[in-house]
């Protein structure tokens, strides 16, 4: 079975790539099939997001993953017109 680690680590590619396609001309079936996706994938990020707190045998201190997902959520900013209202300091 998939660590919540590596789950993370998946569906926030996937976020980040739908996110980069969304920029792209596409049409309107197409646009619609990608915020699907992409709404899938941000649930299955919240899902890894909440197993990689709630499982003490990770060894991850919460503060450290929470700077992890705030690292990843800058990089998503870094993506021209998606501003997510996450301030950098």
């Known amino acids: ?9 998946k569906s926030s590619s996937a976020v980040k790539a739908l996110c980069r396609v969304l920029l792209t001309e596409l049409g309107e ?8 996706a992409l709404h899938d994938s941000l649930k ?7 197993a990689e707190c709630l499982v003490p045998e990770t060894g991850i201190e919460p503060a450290t993953f929470a700077l992890r997902v705030r690292y990843d959520a800058q ?10 209202g996450i301030s950098s300091s």
Do not use: V
């Open 75 to 84: 990089q998503l900013q870094d993506i021209p017109s998606i501003h997510w």
């Open 44 to 50: 299955l990020l919240c899902d890894a997001i909440t």
């Open 29 to 36: 079936n197409q646009r619609a099939d990608i915020q699907i």
């Open 1 to 9: 079975m998939p660590t919540p680690d590596w789950r993370y680590e």
